[in-house]
């Protein structure tokens, strides 16, 4: 029988020694939380920007999220069992010193790699925060303080996302894009002060060791696998590298799963699958973010290439969606103790659906209003999905568990981004191209097919207008906007699917009678 060792640092000479420290551990939490959602909002605001600073891609603005997504995803569960194995808070310390130091790398980056290379890194720290962040409140809370605690950590996570935009858009419009990064500097000095000061340590005494094999396995498979998505938006599915990278992909993840199957300390407990609400919650963490999050990097191209709107005026925006989900997770977040978790997720994901269906139908005359609707639907059911969502994962399986079982929701998640991300940005460009080829066939500007939809793609379009007679500019503006919505249309229909799927599965498997009690006795089987 497994022993949780859960406040040694007593013994350690803590100075929160002899003092309730769950309250302190809430905060610490927070704000590090806060600190991760807060730059991920900030980012999608500040993309635009880093593209014409830096002269960048298309593709490059899909690996500056994705490297970030793509080495969270490898690396959680692997932190979640160093941590159990360590010490959470020793982890939560690493992780806190890792981010803010990639944090400061990449607004000092002079290129697309360097700034790649740095958002890498900070996943490496985000992963580490991630793993821990929900364990260690599993671990300091019980009973329904869990669930007041869970509810805060919602609300804030809220409070993040909503802030995130308007933060991002001032920093950009007034400083730079770089301060987005450099805002983390303070922030996660006074995390790491005050996890050392006030967070007490928890581990398992019979953690297993790290799962090296399934770790390079299931890295090489997801990099693989984003790398083509990726590469196919440029030289298409049928190109040798883009083939090999799915085949390569595909042979890894069967050889993951059957490895983790026979492994008798997997980091990829396949059990936890057994229980029907571990897996709901797995595809709820997947489908929101490859669903509404992963959308909203082309809307904010949408916002400043197209609609010219500053990243300030962008962020402002924003808030219809962010606003949505802040005053709505507080609501979710008092409700987890005494709703049934499954009558949050499944239809926050169904209005996170019907949300991004309204947001269809855009045109070349357009306004941002047009959005407005979906955005505020999409924003209720983010707010319903991430308060309860976080207990899916820790509230089924024994505290001594909590690290792998945290770490492997958090890894849907990110999953969710780096995949969507890629798979949406492939339609996108496919969309693009053949949208632009119908609108220019047979007008003055079919012989600058190419360079409209590369422009349109790295938001390069404004010095096409002083090279084109007057007469052309404005059908140079229909085109332009046209094939952008149209593009956006067709992904905005893919994120819904992905959305509502997600809702009837989640849904479907979701059930009360699988999470832990208070005592944190086993979890019930599953029937």
Request: proline share 4%; net charge positive; aromatic share 8%.
């Amino acid at each position: 029988m497994t022993t949780e060792k859960t406040f040694p640092a007593v013994r350690e000479g803590n100075p929160a020694a002899g003092r309730d420290p769950k309250w302190w551990t809430l905060a610490a939490v927070c704000l590090g939380t806060f600190m991760l959602l807060l730059d991920i909002t900030i980012v999608n605001v500040a993309l635009p920007a880093i593209q014409t600073s830096l002269h960048s891609s298309f593709a490059d603005l899909q690996w500056v999220v994705d490297a970030y997504a793509l080495t969270l995803a490898a690396l959680l569960l692997t932190a979640g069992s160093l941590a159990d194995m360590f010490g959470r808070r020793k982890l939560w310390l690493v992780g806190l010193v890792v981010f803010t130091g990639a944090s400061a790398l990449c607004g000092a980056a002079q290129s697309p790699l360097m700034l790649e290379l740095s958002r890498g890194l900070q996943g490496v720290g985000g992963a580490i925060m991630f793993s821990v962040s929900l364990a260690l409140l599993a671990t300091a809370f019980r009973g329904r303080e869990r669930g007041v605690a869970f509810g805060v950590w919602g609300a804030i996570t809220g409070v993040a996302v909503a802030i995130g935009p308007i933060v991002g858009g001032a920093l950009v419009t007034g400083l730079s894009w770089r301060y987005i990064f450099f805002v983390n500097l303070p922030i996660g000095v006074v995390a790491v002060v005050l996890s050392v000061t006030r967070v007490l340590e928890s581990r398992n005494d019979h953690a297993r060791r790290p799962d090296w094999v399934g770790f390079g396995l299931f890295t090489v498979a997801l990099a693989s696998l984003i790398y083509a998505l990726i590469e196919s938006g440029s030289v298409g599915f049928g190109a040798t590298r883009v083939v090999a990278a799915f085949a390569v992909a595909a042979v890894l993840l069967v050889t993951f799963v059957v490895a983790e199957a026979r492994n008798d300390h997997a980091m990829f407990d396949l059990s936890l699958f057994r229980l029907p609400t571990f897996s709901g919650g797995s595809i709820a963490a997947f489908g929101v973010s490859a669903g509404i999050f992963s959308v909203l990097l082309y809307l904010v191209l949408y916002l400043q290439d197209v609609l010219r709107y500053s990243a300030l005026q962008t962020g402002l925006r924003l808030l219809v969606l962010s606003g949505g989900i802040m005053v709505v997770a507080g609501i979710a977040g008092r409700l987890t103790s005494r709703v049934p978790v499954r009558a949050l997720i499944g239809p926050g994901l169904a209005l996170v659906g019907v949300g991004l269906l309204l947001m269809r139908g855009l045109t070349a005359g357009s306004s941002w209003t047009h959005l407005i609707p979906g955005l505020i639907i999409a924003g209720i059911g983010v707010g319903f999905i991430n308060p309860p969502l976080a207990s899916t994962a820790v509230g089924v399986v024994q505290p001594q568990r909590s690290g792998m079982a945290s770490g492997i929701n958090s890894t849907f998640r990110q999953v969710g981004i780096a995949t969507g991300i890629a798979l949406l940005g492939t339609l996108f460009s496919n969309r693009l191209t053949s949208a632009v080829a119908t609108r220019t066939a047979g007008t003055a500007l079919a012989s600058h097919r190419g360079a409209i939809t590369t422009g349109l793609e790295n938001g390069s379009t404004g010095g096409m207008f002083a090279k084109l007679p007057p007469a052309q500019r404005g059908l140079l503006e229909h085109v332009l906007r046209g094939s952008f919505t149209s593009a956006l249309d067709e992904i905005l229909l893919v994120a819904a699917v992905i959305s509502f799927v997600a809702a009837v599965l989640s849904f479907a498997l979701i059930r009360s009678k699988d999470f832990t009690s208070a005592a944190a006795g086993p979890a019930a089987p599953a029937h």
